[in-house]
């Protein structure tokens, strides 16, 4: 699963998070929820993006999204410019409604794909609100939807099986499994930016007495490792902006990001 992976880079395809101002919420209730869901549909329809999945927290949202007519950046801020008014109309207020710029991550193979999907799909698990096949704004139901237009479903069981029933049984198993990605998180700490970010490389790199095309070796792992997941838990750095700053590749800064055992 997928049948055989294919690389999507051509494709543009995103995992993007946006997020309240200040960490708010800013989908309040279920009619908050239900408009956001809308405008996206809205937009979707004047064909900017294709749309493989969504989820709708208190505070924030998940999409996975391929380019269409429009650039990652305009079809985001239509999307939060239309949502925005109307938040601000109904809770009589002004200033910002999303935090900063949006944060994204680009999706390079079906397999990825579809593991992105999943995660954003368990996000109501994660955050202890039940089921994911019971939580109501995501875009898991739309799959379980024939009629659906709003996701890519047959598209995506295209990827599972050349049978559409077997790829959607396919696609039901694969949500039940545990998922060992990582992906765009909430961050909670204090993030530093990206002068800061070298600097903590540099400062690590002095400590550890390495340089950085070091990091590349197979017997510095433990190193690449140890930073990686420090430059994670210390910024909003996606994995391939770390792999910039490191001059990885960004399969290695995946698998150093699965292991998770930053030093204290």
Same mark, same amino acid.
């Given at each position: 699963?997928?049948?055989?992976?294919?690389?999507?880079?051509?494709?543009?395809?995103?995992?993007?998070?946006?997020?309240?101002?200040?960490?708010?919420?800013?989908?309040?209730?279920?009619?908050?929820?239900?408009?956001?869901?809308?405008?996206?549909?809205?937009?979707?329809?004047?064909?900017?993006?294709?749309?493989?999945?969504?989820?709708?927290?208190?505070?924030?949202?998940?999409?996975?999204?391929?380019?269409?007519?429009?650039?990652?950046?305009?079809?985001?801020?239509?999307?939060?410019?239309?949502?925005?008014?109307?938040?601000?109309?109904?809770?009589?207020?002004?200033?910002?409604?999303?935090?900063?710029?949006?944060?994204?991550?680009?999706?390079?193979? =079906?397999?990825?794909?579809?593991?992105? #999907?999943?995660?954003?799909?368990? %996000?109501?698990?994660?955050? /202890? @609100?039940?089921? +994911?096949?019971?939580?109501?704004?995501?875009?898991?139901?739309?799959?379980?939807?024939?009629?659906? =237009?709003?996701?890519?479903?047959?598209? #995506?069981?295209?990827?599972?099986? %050349?049978?559409?029933?077997? /790829? @959607?049984?396919? +696609?039901?198993?694969?949500?039940?499994?545990?998922?060992?990605?990582?992906?765009?998180?909430?961050? =909670?700490?204090?993030?530093?930016?990206?002068?800061?970010?070298?600097?903590?490389?540099?400062?690590?790199?002095?400590?550890?007495?390495?340089?950085?095309?070091?990091?590349?070796?197979?017997?510095?792992?433990?190193?690449?490792?140890?930073?990686?997941?420090?430059?994670?838990?210390?910024?909003?750095?996606?994995?391939?902006?770390?792999?910039?700053?490191?001059?990885?590749?960004?399969?290695?800064?995946?698998?150093?990001?699965?292991?998770?055992?930053?030093?204290?």
């Amino acid at each position: 699963m997928p049948r055989q992976a294919r690389i999507l880079n051509e494709k543009n395809v995103y995992h993007v998070m946006l997020r309240g101002n200040n960490r708010e919420k800013i989908f309040i209730d279920n009619e908050d929820k239900q408009r956001i869901i809308e405008t996206i549909r809205l937009k979707k329809k004047d064909r900017e993006f294709f749309l493989y999945a969504y989820c709708v927290m208190d505070n924030h949202i998940h999409l996975v999204i391929r380019e269409g007519e429009d650039s990652l950046s305009r079809i985001v801020k239509r999307i939060g410019v239309s949502y925005a008014y109307y938040f601000n109309k109904k809770y009589n207020r002004i200033g910002h409604v999303f935090q900063g710029r949006f944060k994204s991550e680009n999706i390079e193979d =079906d397999k990825y794909l579809l593991c992105a #999907i999943r995660y954003v799909h368990r %996000n109501p698990v994660k955050a /202890g @609100l039940g089921s +994911f096949d019971e939580y109501p704004w995501s875009s898991y139901k739309e799959f379980m939807d024939k009629k659906t =237009d709003l996701v890519e479903s047959n598209e #995506i069981f295209g990827m599972i099986s %050349n049978n559409k029933v077997d /790829g @959607l049984k396919e +696609f039901v198993q694969f949500h039940q499994e545990s998922c060992n990605e990582t992906f765009l998180e909430l961050v =909670d700490e204090k993030e530093i930016d990206a002068t800061n970010v070298q600097q903590l490389i540099a400062e690590f790199l002095q400590k550890n007495k390495i340089e950085k095309p070091q990091l590349k070796s197979a017997q510095n792992k433990k190193f690449r490792e140890e930073l990686i997941n420090l430059i994670i838990k210390k910024s909003n750095l996606s994995l391939r902006g770390i792999a910039e700053e490191l001059g990885l590749n960004r399969e290695m800064v995946r698998k150093a990001a699965l292991s998770k055992e930053p030093s204290p």
